[in-house]
C-alpha cells in the first residue's frame, strides 16, 4: 500500500483538501486506531440515516440480497491485522461508491461529501499504520499464527477477497439499474448496513 488508491485521486479537490485538513488536525497515534474507527464509522452510519427520512416504498420490488461476507455477519474473532486490512478495504470500496457522479439529486450534497470526507479520513489513517505495522511487528504476526496453528484451532481471516466481491455486486446492481433513485436508495441502506457490523468490530480491536 504505498501509493494511495486510485479512487481517491479521482475525489474532487475540495473533498480531498478538507479531507487532508481533518486529518492534519487529529493525532495519527495508531494506538488510537479503535477509537478514530469507531467514531468515524459511527458518524458515517449517522449520516446515512440522515441523507434519506425514510426508504421509499416503491423500491421494496427492487431490493437485493448483496451477500455480505460470513465472516463479518459471524463477528468472528480474527486476527488485529485482519481487522483493520478488512476495514481498509471496506473503507476502500465504499469510498469508490460514494464518488460516483451519478447521484443527481437523490441526496443531500453536503451529507454525501461528509460521508466522503470520513471515509477518505479513514483510508489514510489505516493506510499509515497498516505500514507502520508491517514494519515493526511482522514477526510478532508470524508468532500469533503459529499459536493459532499450534492450538489445533483454524487461523481466523476476514477476505478481502469476498469484501471486494460484495462491493462489486453492489457497483454492478447501481449499473444495472442505471444509478436509479431506487438503486441509490437500496444501496444506501445496504452500506449502512455494512457499516454497522464493521463498526461492531471496533470493540474487537479495543480488547486486542
Known sequence: MSAEPDVIRKCTWPVCLVGLFVTGILSLDCSLLDVHLRRVTWQNLSLLSRMS?????????????FELPQEILSHTQPLTRDIKEAFYEMSRQAFHIFIQDTFKSTWEEKHLRQVQIGLDQQLQYLEQCLEEEEEENEDMREMAEDEWTQSGAPVPQLSNLELRRYFNRIDR???????????????RV???????????????????
Open 190 to 208: 445496504e452500506i449502512r448496513r455494512c457499516f454497522y457490523f464493521f463498526h461492531k468490530f471496533t470493540a474487537l480491536l479495543r480488547r486486542k
Open 53 to 65: 427520512k425514510s426508504f421509499p416504498i416503491e423500491c421494496l420490488r427492487e431490493s437485493k440480497a
Open 173 to 187: 446492481f447501481l449499473k444495472d439499474k442505471k444509478y436509479s433513485h431506487c438503486a441509490w436508495e437500496i444501496v
